[in-house]
T-cell receptor, first 115, second 112 residues
Framework: ETGVTQTPRHLVMGMTNKKSLKCEQH?????MYWYKQSAKKPLELMFV???????ENNSVPSRFSPECPNSSHLFLHLHTLQPEDSALYLC??????????????FGPGTRLTVT | KQEVTQIPAALSVPEGENLVLNCSFT??????LQWFRQDPGKGLTSLLL?????REQTSGRLNASLDKSSGRSTLYIAASQPGDSATYLC???????????FGEGTQLTVNP
């Protein structure tokens, strides 16, 4: 257990559905991240939040909408997704976003399938 | 744009063998480099973090080295065990911000 939990672990949704992924960290960290891991591709950073403020948006389509209500919780709201959005979505947290020594701790991921 | 490459893409070895996984990156202006392990369908577990000023880090049977000027890192696993079977990912954190750039990983299988 890394102290970062994600729910649900598996999700199947149609292209017209709206769903949300949830991430919670119990480490007292100030920064949280969303990553996408597709088959045969490196992990891609999607969003970075620091102290509940979005500090990075890596050219992600608007059908993915992040929300960070407090430093312990991070959501990814999904709507009108495409089949190519099927992937493992990983959440991570770190003590901060700047500075030399910060490791990122990852959750177990949500396996998303868009039909 | 930073690019991270891992060689080999897959590796199968008998139990007990010592092995080396390779990682290379194109931009040497990094804060640190991190090695992760990922089991099938699971999240990432951090193995070792090497700061840009360091040459190596050790944890148990694992040793990671960093040659920042040449853009290379290696992960050495001693006396491999079947439980080491997983995908090993290398990621570099750029000096300019919070971004971690990942390689595609090396899928390791250790056969009993």
């Amino acid at each position: 257990e890394t102290g970062v939990t994600q729910t649900p672990r598996h999700l199947v949704m149609g292209m017209t559905n709206k769903k949300s992924l949830k991430c919670e960290q119990h480490l007292g960290h100030n920064a949280m991240y969303w990553y996408k891991q597709s088959a045969k591709k490196p992990l891609e950073l999607m969003f970075v939040y620091s102290l509940e403020e979005r500090v990075e948006n890596n050219s992600v389509p608007s059908r993915f909408s992040p929300e960070c209500p407090n430093s312990s919780h991070l959501f990814l709201h999904l709507h009108t997704l495409q089949p190519e959005d099927s992937a493992l979505y990983l959440c991570a947290s770190s003590p901060g976003t700047s500075g030399f020594y910060y490791e990122q701790y990852f959750g177990p991921g949500t396996r998303l399938t868009v039909t | 744009k930073q690019e991270v490459t891992q060689i080999p893409a897959a590796l199968s070895v008998p139990e007990g063998e010592n092995l080396v996984l390779n990682c290379s990156f194109t931009d040497s202006a990094i804060y640190n480099l991190q090695w992760f392990r990922q089991d099938p369908g699971k999240g990432l577990t951090s193995l070792l973090l090497i700061q840009s000023s360091q040459r190596e880090q050790t944890s148990g049977r694992l040793n990671a080295s960093l040659d920042k000027s040449s853009g290379r890192s290696t992960l050495y696993i001693a006396a491999s065990q079947p439980g080491d079977s997983a995908t090993y990912l290398c990621a570099v954190r750029e000096a300019s911000g919070s971004r971690l750039t990942f390689g595609e990983g090396t899928q390791l299988t250790v056969n009993p």
